[in-house]
């Protein structure tokens, strides 16, 4: 065990042109911890995301990130094939839409297999059974194995989507609105079983959600945004029950008001 950060974000800005998308990020993460990344729509949180996960360039600033050799290395500075690599495995994505975190024209089976050959695992009986225990840890039927995601409701894709990225046993898992445009009992149903995995599993995630009853269920820590800008951060009980910056007593009230 160490208790150096898994992930460590420096200073992280982010310019579309004239227009800010984010502006000087810092935070740790580490293993195991669920941060809530919370805010208004246009706020920065899926551009801060993005930062995070190497898949934006930043324009200024840093994300360090604790490689499982315990070597600390600047994502930037990864070479492709190393950058495919973390993010096939030792990352996981979750998109908000599942056509986007999903392959919609290969089976169920097939998208949670794919990963594995990421890995170099070949054997495909092996990748078969590995494919069906995920499915019965995300609650679908093995039955299901040879459908397509077309065929799913949206909740069972996001819950494909899950079993896609676990697979691999990422230690770093980032999601996008994992929840949002699913009815109430699904995006239920779904935190649930997150946070089962999280509690298993001892992921770290950094999950974005404009919705503060997500961040209160699955989060130890909240960074809340505002145009771009951590407005503030702390443990979730904290902010959401106590929140110091004006911005933030809005936020929450407006929710509470709701
Ligand atoms: P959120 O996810 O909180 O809704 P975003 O990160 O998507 O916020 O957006 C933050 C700001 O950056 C917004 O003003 C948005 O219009 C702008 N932005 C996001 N993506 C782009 C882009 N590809 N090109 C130009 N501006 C963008
Ligand atoms: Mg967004």
């Excluded at 409701?153 to 989507?161: A, K, N, V, W, Y």
């Excluded at 996008?176 to 995630?205: C, F, K, N, Y």
Aim: glycine share 8%.
């Amino acid at each position: 065990m160490t208790d150096e950060p898994l992930l460590r974000a420096r200073g992280l800005t982010k310019h579309y042109g004239e227009r800010i998308g984010c502006a000087d990020v810092s935070f740790d993460l580490y293993e195991g911890e669920v941060l809530a990344i919370v805010g208004e729509s246009g706020s920065g949180k899926s551009t801060l995301l993005g930062l995070l996960a190497n898949e934006l360039p930043a324009t200024a600033g840093e994300v360090l990130y604790r490689m499982r050799d315990g070597i600390v290395r600047d994502i930037a500075s990864l070479s492709e094939p190393e950058r495919r690599l973390l993010a096939r495995t030792d990352w996981g994505y979750v998109r908000q839409d599942s056509r986007e975190g999903l392959r919609m024209r290969v089976s169920a089976g097939a998208n949670v297999g794919e990963r594995l050959m990421a890995l170099g695992e070949r054997r495909y009986a092996g990748i078969r059974e590995t494919a069906l225990t995920w499915l019965d840890r995300v609650e679908i039927a093995r039955n299901r194995i040879d459908d397509r995601p077309t065929d799913f409701s949206g909740g069972m894709r996001q819950r494909l989507q899950i079993a896609r990225n676990l697979v691999t046993n990422p230690r770093l898992v980032f999601m996008d609105e994992p929840t949002s445009g699913l009815d109430v009992s699904v995006q239920a149903r779904l935190l649930d079983l997150v946070r089962g995995l999280v509690a298993d599993l001892g992921l770290a995630i950094v999950i974005v959600t404009h919705d503060l009853a997500v961040a209160r269920l699955l989060s130890h820590r909240i960074v809340v945004m505002r145009r771009g800008r951590v407005v503030e951060t702390g443990l979730t009980d904290q902010v959401l029950d106590d929140p110091r910056d004006a911005y933030s007593q809005l936020l929450v009230s407006s929710v509470l008001a709701a």
